[in-house]
């Protein structure tokens, strides 16, 4: 299928088969295709918490206002960024692989990690929620396409508590938690929805 095809096919799926369980491997397999998606200086700060255990996902229906794919779907993914990946640490790291890999030189790997080092230096804390934000959007959407793919439904979810969340699941303020995703076998094709007609969302050259 193509990605044109997958983009005018895919709905959002609310009702699963709770019997059906996606294999592991596959999930991972699905992650880590998700995790080419671009993301800011490659910091690579998207984090994935796989909740699969049937009892924990029913615990979570109350804090997700009682929405049932929480509990039916084949898993939960909680999709986490990592305010740690600001570190300069881990940016001089993840550049020294890009080095070793032969993907670029040792100049371009310092100054590549130094732009990085200091692109982030003097970020506010809703600045930095707003890059992870965007990263972990992107593997997100990257998720969603891949399971489609697959032959597997979804749906992304911000409705949830998430203060409850964190608090249920043990998730510190190291990570922002930006959304869940419910993944599995709908058995319930999603409503279909409208979008505007393009030409009502493009303007050329300024705001009209
Ligand atoms: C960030 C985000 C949060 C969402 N949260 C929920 C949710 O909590 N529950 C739900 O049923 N759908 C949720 N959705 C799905 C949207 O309602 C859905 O994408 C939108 O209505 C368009 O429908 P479609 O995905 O079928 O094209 C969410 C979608 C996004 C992108």
Redesign the pocket.
Known sequence: MSVKSILEH???V?HYDPSYKISPDMLVSLIESAGKSPNGNNIQSVRYLIIDDPQIQKSLLPI??N?Q?VADASALIVMLGDYKAFQAENIVQIHEEGFQSGYFDESLRDFLAQAAIDYYADKSDEELGMELTRDV?LAAMSLVLLAKEAGLDT??????DSKQLKAALNISERYLDV??IAIGKGIKA????VRHEVHKVIYRNKLT
Do not use: D, I, K
Not at 155 to 160: A, E, W
Not at 190 to 193: E, F, I, N, W, Y
């Open positions: 895919r709905n959002s609310r997700a206002f929405q794919q959007s749906v992304m979810m911000s409705g949830y959304m869940l999603g409503h279909r929805t």
